[in-house]
């Protein structure tokens, strides 16, 4: 099994230009999640999907950022237009079911925005 | 403001010595808890989990402890081997929302 599979592993960007950063989860899996990660806060959950749909996205910090899951074998984190606040690994993550199902993590993306 | 503090950022320890992790929570109404241990340039990986209805589990050399009324999870590995050097998490969970923490890095001294 290949795991959950993230891209790109590094991203480099200017202020003011979009992101998008890819996650195919584990085949099987029911439920995805996007976290972030950073010193001061940890690991942050912005948005989780269970079935390809969004359930809670409170986390999502502000407009910029949006996600997508157009099927069961993808999805897409965006950020438009990105900060340099926004500089932060961040994670993807696939479980079987909702709920308290073990979570497996993707390898991440460095997001590093000047 | 966090729900889940690890106020350690780091510890030592001898191999083959006691690594005892510590979490915080504020929120009563978490139910589950779970450590997670990070590898660089890798994402984390489970290691062991608890209900709120135990208070301890083992599983190896790895044994979590949950102390509810003082809000305190911990999580002891012994003895301490150099793999065990990692980043480690330990998050909570109400419902359908994960709380993480910052973090401890762990270092085993051979």
């Known amino acids: 099994d290949a795991g959950v599979i993230q891209s790109p592993r590094h991203e480099v960007t200017e202020m003011g230009q979009e992101v998008t950063l890819r996650c195919k989860p584990i085949?099987?899996?029911?439920?995805l999640f996007w976290y972030r990660q950073t010193m001061m806060r940890g690991l942050e959950l912005l948005i989780y999907?269970?079935?390809?749909?969004?359930?809670?996205d409170s986390g999502m910090p502000e407009d910029r950022f949006s996600a997508k899951m157009p099927n069961a074998s993808f999805s897409t984190l965006k950020i438009q237009p990105s900060e340099p606040r926004d500089s932060a690994v961040y994670f993807c993550?696939?479980?079987?079911?909702?709920?308290?199902?073990?979570?497996?993590f993707g390898p991440g993306t460095r997001l590093t925005v000047l | 403001d966090q729900q889940v503090k690890q106020n350690s950022p780091s510890l030592s320890v001898q191999e083959g010595r006691i690594s005892i992790l510590n979490c915080d929570y504020t929120?009563?109404?978490?139910?589950?808890f779970l450590w997670y241990k990070k590898y660089p340039a890798e994402g984390p990986t489970f290691l062991i989990s608890?209900?709120?209805?135990?208070d301890k589990n083992e599983d190896g050399r790895f044994t979590v402890f949950l102390n509810k009324s003082a809000k305190h999870l911990s999580l002891h590995i012994v003895p301490s081997q150099p793999g065990d050097s990692a980043v480690y998490f330990c998050?909570?969970?109400?419902?359908?929302?994960?709380?993480f923490g910052t973090g401890t890095s762990l270092t085993v001294i051979p």
């Open positions: 929120n009563s109404m978490f139910d589950y």
């Open positions: 608890i209900s709120s209805i135990k």
């Open positions: 993550a696939s479980s079987l079911v909702q709920g308290r199902d073990t979570q497996y």
């Open positions: 085949s099987g899996h029911n439920s």
């Open positions: 998050a909570a969970s109400a419902g359908n929302q994960f709380y």
């Open positions: 999907f269970n079935n390809n749909v969004p359930i809670d």
